[in-house]
């Protein structure tokens, strides 16, 4: 086998894969939130209708978005088949008896929270990527804000938005300082940091999103 | 002490398996786990009942042999403590105690509660020595080791190879194991000549045993009689990513 192959298919090789795609999704998730933030401002969408003209627009921001697509898919094939592999060396018998010990409900979880997360992301882009790019907002039969406005206006929409945020808190509380630990960045100085900035980040990113909707849905 | 005895019988590797529930009496608390076990065969042995196999060797806690789960907990309910060096005292009177063998693809259940666990031999045989003749052993102090490096080779050299953090992990990954023995040996000038190629082949052995991957869960430490820290998976890592980016071609 070619060692790159070889690596890319050992177990740390794989975990390799989910880490990167996991960061580059996490630098993904801040970029878009800090985006999204304009929806807040009270200027009727102004500045928000202006940023997503630019955003459609900017080649640079195309070329990131194919690679973003890319990771997305990536980072769900591999953790699904992680996850199999995971469960198949386990052998199907379980223990009759077993106490609970130090891994947190998150760590257990990394697959079953991703996968919510995946059929969020397919709502979701259903729902406004593609109306953006070749739905009524590309055709120019509604404004951007506007098209964002109505949507979380109803109520399950809304909740459904805020819901699948716990799920992301959930799974960047164990995913982003794992995602060190996988590349080997562990350093008696610097990982508190790390797990100190995953555990910031994994509740004020989800938070920021949720605001959002309910901004709308109650303002 | 009277206890309940909740056990996994099983006549062999293709046998279904089941438990059996064994009331025992007489047990002292100074008894170790495994005592009360030898208690328990004795009956079973009196009553010509076939007595309950199980893994055991040093009952020091040096060999890790003694595997088994107990009441949900590799080698029962004690922190860093081994199955032999439990005692009767660490449980209640009239407690039912529910034993099983390790649960992992890669440990089959030989008989009861005794598991094949060659799949770290293995591993071992992949590259976890020093392939120099070294002849008569050298002056101790010939090759000078900063404290803190030999404090750390030290800590990984601890494992004992029993198989709790695998039997605990929910992927069944062997990597606390395999970054032990890989730190041990990594981080001493006796085996950094052939760290490359060591972590790429243990790897390898690790990956075709069938032991899962590590998903950074922290279950293995938290049950692993001598205490492994999660820091030599990280240094696993990073050692294996290093080296199979920098190693000359085979
Ligand atoms: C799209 C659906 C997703 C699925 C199915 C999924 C699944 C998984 C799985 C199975 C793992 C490995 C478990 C572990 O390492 O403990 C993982 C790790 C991770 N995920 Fe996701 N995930 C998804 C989306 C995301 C998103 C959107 C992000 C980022 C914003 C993300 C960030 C991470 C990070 C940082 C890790 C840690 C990597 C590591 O431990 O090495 N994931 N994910
Ligand atoms: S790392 Fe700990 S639990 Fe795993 S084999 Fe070594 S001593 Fe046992
Ligand atoms: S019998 Fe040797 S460690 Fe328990």
């Known amino acids: 086998m070619n ?3 070889e690596f890319f298919t050992s177990t740390i090789g794989k975990k390799v894969i989910m880490s ?11 970029i878009h939130l800090v985006g999204n933030l304009q ?7 102004a500045a928000f209708n202006a940023y997503s003209e630019m955003m ?12 973003l697509y890319f990771s997305i898919l990536l980072h769900t094939v591999r953790g699904i088949l992680l996850w199999q592999q995971n469960r198949a060396a386990r ?6 008896v077993k106490k609970a010990n130090d891994a947190s409900f998150a760590s257990r979880n990394m697959a079953l929270l991703g996968s919510l997360m995946f059929i969020f992301i397919a709502i979701h882009m259903a729902q406004f990527w593609y109306q953006f790019k070749f ?17 979380f206006e109803v109520p399950w929409i809304a909740i459904l938005y805020v819901v699948a945020q716990i799920a992301i808190a959930f799974h960047l509380w164990h995913g982003f300082q794992s995602a060190f630990q996988t590349l080997g960045l562990n350093h008696s100085k610097y990982t508190p940091m790390v797990k100190g900035l995953g555990y910031v980040f994994s509740i004020l990113v989800p938070l920021g999103f949720a605001i959002i909707p309910l901004k709308f849905l109650l303002g | 002490m009277k206890f309940t005895i909740k056990v996994w019988r099983q006549n062999g590797p293709k046998d279904k398996g089941r438990f059996e529930t064994y009331p025992l009496d007489g047990i002292d608390d100074d ?32 060999c890790g042999m003694c595997s088994m789960y107990i009441n949900g907990t590799p080698h029962g309910p004690e922190k860093a403590t081994t199955t032999c060096q439990l005692h009767m005292r660490s449980f209640k009177d009239g407690d039912t105690i529910t034993i099983e063998p390790w649960r992992a693809k890669a440990f089959p259940v030989i008989k009861d509660l005794m598991v094949d666990r060659s799949a770290f031999d293995r591993i071992i045989q992949a590259g976890g020595y020093i392939s120099i003749n070294t002849g008569n052993a050298i002056d101790a102090n010939a090759i000078p080791i900063e404290k803190d490096l030999s404090n750390e080779a030290m800590n990984a050299a601890v494992c004992i190879g029993c198989g709790a953090c695998v039997a605990s992990c929910k992927n069944s990954s062997a990597m606390l194991f395999l970054s032990a023995k890989v730190s041990h040996l990594n981080l001493l000038p006796q085996g950094k000549a052939e760290a490359k190629r060591r972590v790429n082949s243990m790897m390898k052995a690790h990956d075709s045993e069938g032991f899962g991957a590590c998903t950074n869960t922290g279950a ?10 999660l820091t030599n998976i990280a240094r696993l890592n990073r050692e294996y990513i290093g080296a199979s980016l920098t190693s000359e071609k085979e």
């Open chain 2, 31 to 62: 008894m170790s786990f495994l005592e009360m076990i030898d208690v328990l065969n004795q009956n079973l042995l009196t009553e010509k009942k076939d007595p309950v196999t199980f893994d055991h060797d040093c009952r020091e806690g040096i």
């Open chain 1, 91 to 96: 052998g199907g018998v379980g223990y009759a």
């Open chain 1, 3 to 5: 060692w790159i192959t």
């Open chain 1, 56 to 67: 459609s627009k900017n080649p640079f921001i195309k070329a990131v978005s194919f690679i």
């Open chain 1, 135 to 151: 739905g009524d907002v590309a055709s120019g039969s509604i404004a951007p804000y506007d098209k964002i406005a109505t949507a």
């Open chain 1, 39 to 45: 929806l807040l401002l009270n200027d009727g969408g």
């Open chain 2, 220 to 229: 293995c430490h938290a049950v692993c009689p001598k205490e492994i820290s």
């Open chain 1, 20 to 30: 990167l795609t996991g960061l580059f999704l996490c630098l993904f998730l801040l």
